[in-house]
């Protein structure tokens, strides 16, 4: 077996949590007198197998993000031309998702219609498609569920659920207000 094939079945078996290696089906290649045909196919079964289950985190980190997905917004759908300012490089640069590594928070700031919203979700939907756990809400649901949370007793289930995810999104932050309360956990 060649190297490129070695790696590749040994990615394969990362991705499907296989205990099993390519060093192994070397051995019982070997002993069962297989075809580099077979290896061959065995790789790329190991390969489609791989990518499915890719395919189905991603479209399960979606379907829990809470993004839409209908219509998703992308950074490639982004116009990044309608941008203007000194923070413009930073903003282009939130598709290499830097920030989600280097545990820093992120915040776009600015007046309506600037594509706020569509960047943050963009974020987000990148943040799935890397195997990353995404969650959008707007703040007024926060605020009902911090409200509803304080009521029943639930707070610490609440907070535990919010801060489960890699990436955290709060849309509209400025379009309501909190009581005193609801700040205080925020």
């Known amino acids: 077996m ?5 790696e590749k079945i040994d990615k394969s078996c990362k991705v499907l949590h ?5 060093v192994e089906l070397a051995s019982l290649a070997e002993e069962g007198h297989y075809s580099d045909e077979t290896i061959d196919a065995v790789a790329a079964i190991f390969a489609h197998i791989g990518e499915k289950k890719k395919e189905a985190t991603v479209r399960t980190l979606l379907r829990l993000s809470r993004l839409p997905l209908s219509n998703p917004k992308t950074f490639e759908s982004f116009d990044f031309n309608l941008l203007h300012g000194k923070n413009v490089k930073q903003i282009k640069s939130l598709a290499t998702l830097s920030a989600i590594y280097a545990h820093k928070n992120v915040a776009l700031i600015g007046p309506a219609g600037t594509g706020k919203t569509h960047l943050a979700q963009a974020f987000g939907y990148a943040c799935c498609h890397k195997g990353l756990k995404a969650y959008f809400i707007k703040m007024t649901e926060l605020r009902d569920r911090f409200t509803l949370a ?3 007793g639930r707070v610490s289930k609440v907070l535990n659920t ?4 890699s990436c955290l999104i709060i849309d509209e932050v400025g379009h309501c207000t909190f009581d005193k309360e609801n700040t205080r956990i925020f």
């Not at 296989?18 to 390519?22: C, K, N």
């Not at 919010?162 to 995810?165: A, D, K, M, S, Y």
């Open 162 to 165: 919010l801060v489960r995810p």
């Open 150 to 152: 304080r009521q029943t």
């Open 18 to 22: 296989l205990d099993f290696s390519a």
């Open 2 to 6: 060649n190297e490129e094939l070695i």
